[in-house]
Nanobody
Framework: QVQLVEFGGGLVQAGGSLRLSCAAS????????LGWFRQAPGKEREFVAG????????RYADSVKGRFTISRDNAKNTIYLQMNTLKPEDTAVYYC??????????????????WGQGTQVTVSS
């Protein structure tokens, strides 16, 4: 089992920045691919970003590419999502997730086994 707890959500104006953190604990979380998904009201959950266990490979949704950066610190068992130039359409509950290492970082939620409780990000216009 891997436990995931997110931190850092909040309210920010459009154009602003936020950094989300996700602390992982339990069964050797540093060997997993970690990622972020989000879900806005009335919409499907969608992939945001993922990072390999080594941190050498990342993958982003087109909608956040160039604005968001995912990183991880295995010594702290923590991943981060730096979100810049936020837009109202980024408003959602953001979930941290962990899954087994695959040839390519997955973008489907079914490829991940563990989920955090979520943290709300609200971007006002």
């Amino acid at each position: 089992q891997v436990q995931l707890v997110e931190f850092g959500g909040g309210l920010v104006q459009a154009g602003g920045s936020l950094r989300l953190s996700c602390a992982a604990s339990g069964r050797t979380p540093n060997i997993y691919t970690l990622g972020w998904f989000r879900q806005a009201p009335g919409k499907e959950r969608e992939f945001v970003a993922g990072i390999s266990w080594s941190g050498s490979t990342t993958r982003y949704a087109d909608s956040v590419k160039g604005r968001f950066t995912i990183s991880r610190d295995n010594a702290k068992n923590t991943i981060y999502l730096q979100m810049n130039t936020l837009k109202p359409e980024d408003t959602a509950v953001y979930y941290c997730t962990a899954g087994p290492t695959r040839p390519r970082i997955g973008v489907d939620g079914v490829e991940y086994d563990y989920w955090g409780q979520g943290t709300q990000v609200t971007v006002s216009s």
